[in-house]
């Protein structure tokens, strides 16, 4: 692998910076900045997804005929970077990173033309409905109900922990067609519309009073057949193809190692007991260096996997792998963060959004402000996308051979 960039690569990254200055307004930044929550709100992300889509970026790691940029992959990865540096919020990660993707791999052209269009846009806005009541882990005991009613199914059971499913006006759906069938076999991939009068969608707030995460209540809600994404029976194949997208298709490091030198920047403004600079306190450097050290280690295993699949050779289980340590440092470094705002990032603001002019005053700093809700919004990262329990079988498995 050659982590030098070439002349091409330099040329690519100062075009991305240019856009990026040119193009990223401070109210998106700000946008970003002042999220606790896992997801940025529409108003922000739609916001900058439609500037992407102007310009033919948002879907750059798609395939070509599909809207892709056919960006090799370490272009695809200083993208990334430079996103990260300039502070840029990311557009409907569900949209554009899980169900388009689908299908453009599984989808008919008749649903390709249909959607396809409308999610690069932005005009559609789509939820994930994997997880049920009882089955997360054990993604394959779901049981709710689709059967077939001349040309739609009929839909029965619910969907828990969707995000953002309350913006959202479609749902990709895992559902069960076939009871009597080994439960992966039973399982078919739905698209389903959610303005509907069968669907009810029903808020969960969080510990930190932001609310992303709904349950999806389906009374005999309806589909077309010409919604059902592959053959029946095949959901579980797709399921698995989206996961690894889910798990390992953007890159996490940079955005850890911007994370980790804002944390430099705060704690240069503290000072200790003693009069000196927090930055320069000996157990703060200690901790934001084991950080770092950790974040430059995932970057390479990240550039590696870039490196493979820039060689003909799949990411797979792999992603397994840097969800588990991406997943734990984000975590790390906001427990730092926590710790280093003290009682300023004790507050949680019950107000949302925080980035509008009226947003509640912060205490102390506007970082400080949002730090106790991202923290704890944060601790959803080794849950969702597969708990790391859940990975660490994986990787034992298909990497470890055990
Ligand atoms: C913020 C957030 C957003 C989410 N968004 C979505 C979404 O948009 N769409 C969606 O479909 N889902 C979503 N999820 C759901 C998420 O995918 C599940 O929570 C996750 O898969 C875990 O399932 P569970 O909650 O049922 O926990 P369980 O599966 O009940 O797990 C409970 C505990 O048991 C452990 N465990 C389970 N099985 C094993 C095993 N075989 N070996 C060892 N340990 C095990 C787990 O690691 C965990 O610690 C979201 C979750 C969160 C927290």
């Known amino acids: 692998m050659d982590m030098n960039l070439s002349a091409e690569d330099i040329e690519f990254r100062d075009e991305v910076r240019a856009f990026l200055n040119e193009n990223l307004t401070d109210s998106l930044r700000t946008g970003l900045a002042r999220t606790p929550g896992v ?17 033919g970026w948002i879907t750059h790691g798609w395939p070509v005929e599909d809207g892709g940029m056919g960006w090799t992959p370490m272009q695809a990865y200083i993208y990334e970077k430079e996103v990260a540096l300039a502070g840029a919020p990311k557009p409907a990660p569900i949209s554009l990173q899980l169900i388009g993707p689908v299908l453009c791999r599984y989808g008919t052209p008749a649903q390709k033309q249909r959607f396809i269009p409308r999610i690069r846009s932005g005009e559609d806005f789509w939820c994930q409905g994997y997880s049920e009541p009882g089955s997360g882990s054990d993604l394959a ?12 199914y009929v839909l ?12 959202a006006n479609w749902i990709f759906c895992l559902v069960r067609t076939d009871t009597a069938a080994k439960k992966q076999a039973g399982i078919t991939f739905l698209l389903v519309p959610l303005d509907q009068p069968g669907v009810k969608v029903t808020p969960i707030v969080s510990m930190s009073g932001d609310h992303e995460v709904n349950q999806v209540f389906f009374d005999n809600a309806e589909t ?12 579980w194949e797709i399921a698995k193809f989206l996961l690894q997208n889910e798990r390992g298709g953007s890159c996490f490091a940079p955005k850890l190692l911007v994370n980790i030198s804002n944390l430099k920047k705060y704690a240069a403004s503290y ?10 306190d000996p157990d703060f450097e200690a901790r934001l260096a084991k950080l770092k050290l950790r974040a430059h280690a995932l970057e390479f295993t990240e550039l590696r996997i870039q490196a493979d699949i820039a060689n003909g050779r799949p990411a797979g289980p792999q992603t397994s792998l840097t969800k588990l340590i991406s997943s734990n440092l984000a975590q790390d ?53 597969g708990s790391d329990q859940v990975q660490k079988n994986i990787v034992a498995k298909r990497i470890l051979q055990l």
Do not use: C
């Open 224 to 235: 077309s057949v010409n919604n059902r994404v592959g053959e029946e029976g095949q959901g």
């Open 156 to 167: 029965n059971g619910s969907k828990i922990w969707t995000t953002h499913a309350q913006h």
């Open 333 to 385: 470094v906001q427990t730092l963060h926590n710790d280093l705002f003290a009682y300023e990032g004790l507050q949680l603001p019950s107000e949302r959004p925080l980035y509008h002019d009226d947003a509640p005053t912060p205490v102390g700093s506007e970082a400080g402000q949002t730090s106790l809700a991202a923290y704890l919004n944060g601790r959803a990262a080794t849950i969702y996308g």
């Open 141 to 152: 005991s779901l049981s709710m109900r689709a059967t077939q009613d001349g040309d739609k």
């Open 39 to 55: 997801f940025v709100e529409p108003d922000i992300s739609l916001a900058w997804h439609k500037i992407l889509y102007e310009k």
């Open 271 to 280: 000072t200790t007991a003693d009069g000196n600079s927090l930055a320069n």
